[in-house]
């Protein structure tokens, strides 16, 4: 199990003196004057090295990481899945990539075309009526939903309507986005089957009520088995449901968010359609909204006219009552159009496959483990689910432990102590692009470190063995990271 052995000296101990990577060619220049004396350093140390020894040392920092190329990732709720390398490819065609934001409509009629399908293609699958393309990522995406809500009862004259409903199982972004956005967060707890309390629901539901913020599935993985009930509850007081969209891969083809009873929803084009993520980019979050909220949908949306004779022209547009601009030009078009192409390769029966090989992975998962790991809601799952590590903290032995054992075995972590509700949480999602081997695999994996558990705690505790860097104090990492480098024998600055 241990990695190939990798020279993990720094960059700066391969330095030698006089060695360089490159060569400038004679000054062509006056030279400048250097800045006044108490804005120079007296020493920089740099560096000098090989042009190839800087290459050798990055790419063998490169294969320290895991990644989706290289490993199982099966982070819960961020789809850490494959995505097909054409789309990339179309996505850089010189006649998307080379565009700017500003050239005129005229001159890119072919782009705005792309963008007006789809606008209309991410409407059709989940059941709404309109879409904006402008939402730059998820939480942007639940923002806007939110101004939305706020502008739609303003302009009824309902400013009172100031309490927005957050399930406990909830992204802790959607607490954030309702408090944003001015509204007064009230958190509904779920019963012991995980659905939302339906009892809690119906006691908050009151004249206040601006709308639920519901994600769909939820966090534990689960469906909403009231589901209908709930929109209609909410709506019956006049409050509008707004639906967080980021495990919508659960549903594609399924089941329209629209059709169920959802007012606006926003969409993780990187999660669902095809823009491999994480390290903190790239996202899309577009927002799709039925007909009372669609006429509130960030600008720009694309919209068709028909010249007198039959020829298409694409133009943006600002909807009536828009929110207005909540990004700097049109959305993340880079990633829209790697959704685009994922959509258009895939069609209607290829996006239903997606959900299908989704759900059948997940519970394919609980089946296998959930007699060695606590399974909090024991039901069928769709394209997460979520165990509990209860049973092996009574050993000693905690969910970040297991998590950290999982490195050894070359298998990135799940997502740990969330969804909050659950102790010792372990989200596992192994995304619909997963072979039956690697679950295999990862099932062998996770029943290994349940006996070890058992058996021999301690080499659990102290996980990970086979990385440059062994357990840290991740607290202390955080709150005082020490970022500068150090010889050997260099003391840390004071107070590190």
């Given at each position: 199990m241990n990695p190939p052995s990798l020279d993990r000296?720094?960059?700066?101990?391969?330095?030698?003196?006089?060695?360089?990577?490159?060569?400038?060619?004679?000054?062509?220049?006056?030279?400048?004057?250097?800045p006044p004396e108490e804005h120079l350093r007296g020493d920089l140390e740099l560096p000098e090295v090989s042009e190839g020894e800087v290459v050798r040392y990055f790419t063998h920092l490169s294969q320290l990481n895991f990644s989706v190329d290289t490993h199982f990732y099966p982070l819960g709720s961020c789809t850490m899945k494959y995505n097909p390398r054409v789309n990339d490819e179309l996505a850089q065609l010189p006649g998307f990539s080379q565009l700017h934001p500003l050239q005129p409509e005229e001159t890119v009629q072919g782009a705005l075309k792309?963008?007006?399908?789809?606008?209309?293609?991410?409407?059709?699958?989940?059941?709404?009526?309109?879409?904006?393309?402008?939402?730059?990522?998820?939480?942007?995406?639940?923002?806007a939903g939110m101004l939305m809500l706020r502008a739609y009862h303003l302009s009824r004259?309902?400013?009172?309507?100031?309490?927005?409903?957050?399930p406990d199982s909830a992204h802790g972004t959607n607490p954030a986005s309702a408090t944003m956005a001015g509204f007064r967060v009230v958190?509904?707890?779920?019963?012991?089957?995980?659905?939302?309390?339906?009892?809690?629901?119906?006691?908050?539901?009151?004249?206040?009520?601006?709308?639920?913020?519901?994600?769909?599935?939820?966090?534990?993985?689960?469906?909403?088995?009231?589901?209908?009930?709930?929109?209609?509850?909410?709506h019956q007081v006049g409050g509008l449901v707004y639906g967080d969209g980021a495990n919508?891969?659960?549903?594609?083809?399924?089941?329209?968010?629209?059709?169920?009873?959802?007012?606006?929803?926003h969409l993780n084009l990187h999660k669902t359609f095809s823009t491999?993520?994480?390290?903190?980019?790239?996202?899309?979050?577009?927002?799709?909204?039925?007909?009372?909220?669609?006429?509130?949908?960030?600008?720009?949306?694309?919209?068709?006219h028909v010249d007198g004779d039959g020829r298409e022209r694409y133009s943006l547009a600002t909807p009536e009552h828009t929110i207005g601009k909540v990004a700097a030009f049109h959305g993340n078009f880079g990633v829209a159009l790697r959704a685009y192409a994922y959509i258009r390769s895939l069609g209607a029966a290829g996006l239903r496959e997606v959900s299908e090989n989704a759900v059948i992975?997940?519970?394919?998962?609980?089946?296998?483990?959930?007699?060695e790991y606590h399974l909090p809601y024991d039901r069928p799952c769709m394209?997460?689910?979520?165990?509990?590590?209860?049973?092996?903290?009574?050993?000693?032995?905690?969910?970040?432990?297991?998590?950290?054992?999982?490195?050894?075995?070359?298998?990135?972590?799940?997502?740990?102590?969330?969804?909050?509700?659950?102790?010792?949480?372990?989200?596992?999602e192994p995304t619909e692009t997963e072979s039956k081997e690697t679950l295999d695999h990862f099932i062998q994996v996770m029943k290994a470190i349940a006996v070890e558990a058992r058996e021999n705690p301690q080499v659990v505790k102290e996980a990970p063995h086979h990385t440059p860097n062994s357990r840290l104090d991740e607290a202390r990492a955080a709150r005082r990271p020490d970022l500068r480098w150090r010889g050997v024998g260099q003391a840390a600055p004071s107070g590190v």
């Open positions: 000296r720094l960059l700066m101990e391969r330095s030698v003196r006089g060695r360089r990577g490159s060569s400038l060619p004679p000054l062509d220049v006056p030279p400048q004057p250097l792309a963008m007006y399908r789809l606008q209309g293609f991410l409407a059709e699958i989940v059941g709404m009526e309109a879409t904006s393309l402008a939402t730059m990522a998820g939480a942007q995406g639940e923002l004259g309902e400013a009172d309507r100031r309490i927005v409903l957050v958190t509904v707890p779920s019963d012991d089957r995980g659905n939302m309390d339906m009892d809690a629901l119906k006691g908050a539901c009151t004249g206040e009520l601006a709308g639920l913020m519901l994600t769909l599935p939820n966090t534990l993985g689960l469906f909403e088995t009231n589901i209908l009930e709930i929109c209609r509850t909410v919508m891969n659960a549903l594609l083809g399924r089941a329209k968010l629209g059709e169920l009873g959802f007012d606006v929803l491999p993520h994480g390290g903190g980019g790239p996202g899309a979050g577009p927002v799709a909204a039925g007909p009372l909220l669609a006429p509130f949908l960030p600008s720009p949306v694309v919209e068709r992975g997940a519970n394919y998962l609980l089946s296998q483990l959930k007699e394209h997460e689910v979520v165990f509990s590590a209860r049973r092996q903290k009574a050993r000693g032995v905690r969910a970040l432990d297991i998590a950290k054992r999982l490195i050894d075995y070359g298998i990135h972590p799940p997502t740990m102590y969330f969804p909050l509700i659950v102790e010792e949480a372990l989200m596992v």
